[in-house]
């Protein structure tokens, strides 16, 4: 009986299969390879690489190609073959790594290129590169948030946001409770030496977006600093991509923007965009920037995938119309998803078991979903997550309504 939350690895030394949060025996046995004696194995073997359909390798199941809800691939940019071939050119010119810290001579040109694009994307001065969108928001936080300050979150960021916040005080409000923010601020206000109200703007769990004209309303006149990480925004919502910071063009009005290239810009890393100020300073304090190695030459496709948000509009028009096809499926069917207005989108099960069941049915019908399980979501918002592609055919999202309608049959799970 080992209490998860305070585990030390030393005891799982007797656990076969070690999983501390049980994922992997929830799956059950559609994805347990028994080719490796009977092991369970929560992490699937993609053979075939990012896209709509996707290989796994999955001996006990009776598919080979599975039509994949796992990607945040949102427009399809990794299989583009304008953005293979810039990594691939990159990589030609470069070779394969950068070779050390963007402080101490892995700074390439197409690193300061990145930053340049990524900060005109945002209509602002200066944006700073991280190997992970995870180090953006942990590193600069940790960097920029001492004993002194006080980090206000919305519930719901994300778990890098979190980390970023270990070493400073911490307040938490409930997910996009207004009065619970404005509750905070105004008890807080002579106490710190900076508050920094830090929110998603597409929520990767509920796919909802925040109230961010509502949220810097109450930011300036509190006096407290706004980031916001959109991740799972950029390249998706907002008439050009820009995120929620587009839908109420606050542009300006924004304190920090952080986000990921591993969605929408289809390779991997992290961005902050601020002022020049900060920027400066995060360079010399951000210690993923000083101490650990630069994104490698292929992230050089980052910049064409950037341009391509404005190039090729059709994508992101495509990615739509997929989001309403499968959204107002799962909807006919009598299923709940939820308060979605991205590209994600979660079907509620609750519980834990049954989400595993439901998970490894859609499996066994060619879908493969993520299931989404605590500490992702409290242990009872078990749900199955889908985030739909651009590239998704409908005839591979009716297949995955089809899985559904089937489910639904042997489950009694309408609404
Ligand atoms: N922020 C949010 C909101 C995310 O959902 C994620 C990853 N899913 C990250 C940051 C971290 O990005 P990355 O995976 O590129 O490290």
Redesign the pocket.
């Known amino acids: 009986n080992i209490d998860f939350e305070k585990a030390s690895f030393k005891d799982f030394e007797n656990i076969e299969g070690m999983d501390p949060y049980g994922w992997a025996k929830l799956w059950g046995e559609y994805v347990t390879d028994r080719s490796k004696n009977g092991q369970f194995n929560y992490r699937q073997e993609n053979l075939s690489g990012c896209g709509p359909e996707i290989e796994l390798n999955l001996p006990s199941n009776p598919h080979r190609n599975f039509v994949s809800l796992v990607s ?1 691939d949102y427009l399809g940019f990794t299989q583009h073959p304008k953005v293979k071939a810039a990594a691939i050119a990159a990589i030609e010119k470069y070779g394969s790594g950068a070779g050390a810290s963007p402080a101490i001579g892995g700074h390439y040109l197409f690193h300061q290129e990145i930053e340049n694009k990524i900060a005109k994307f945002f209509k602002r001065e200066s944006a700073i590169v991280f190997s ?6 942990s590193s600069s936080l940790q960097a920029l948030l001492k004993k002194e300050d006080l980090a206000i979150l919305d519930m719901a ?5 979190y980390e970023g916040c270990l070493n400073t005080n911490v307040k938490t409000f409930l997910h996009n409770d207004l009065e619970a923010l404005e509750r905070i601020l105004k008890t807080s206000k002579d106490n710190y030496r900076t508050r920094m109200v830090i929110i ?1 703007g ?3 769990q509920d796919g909802d977006l925040a109230p961010l004209d509502k949220i810097i309303q109450l930011t300036k006149h509190y006096g407290a600093y706004i980031v916001v ?4 925004g950029t390249g998706v919502v907002g008439e050009t991509g820009r995120g929620v910071i587009e839908l109420h063009n606050l542009y300006k009005e924004v304190d920090i923007i ?6 929408t810009f289809a390779h ?3 961005y902050l965009v601020a002022s020049p100020e900060l920027v400066r300073f995060l360079k010399f304090q951000a210690r993923q920037h000083i101490f650990s190695a630069t994104l490698s030459p292929a992230s050089a496709c980052i910049s064409k995938a950037i341009d391509l948000v404005d190039e090729e509009p059709i994508w992101m028009h495509r990615l739509w119309d997929n989001i309403e096809y499968l959204k107002t499926g799962l909807e006919s069917l009598g299923l709940d998803t939820g308060i979605t207005q991205s590209a994600i989108i979660p079907v509620k099960i609750g519980d834990i078991s049954l989400n595993a069941k439901i998970c490894g049915m859609l499996l066994e019908a060619g879908i493969y979903a993520n299931q989404i399980n605590y500490p992702a979501v409290s242990r009872k918002d078990a749900r199955v997550r889908m985030s739909v592609m651009a590239t998704h055919t409908h005839t591979q999202l009716d297949k995955v309504l089809n899985a559904w309608e089937w489910v639904i049959k042997k489950t009694h799970l309408e609404k």
């Open positions: 945040n992970t969108g995870y180090t953006a928001n960021v994300h778990a890098s946001v998603d597409v929520y990767s990480d959109d991740a799972h952080t986000g990921t290239f591993s969605k991997v890393g992290g």
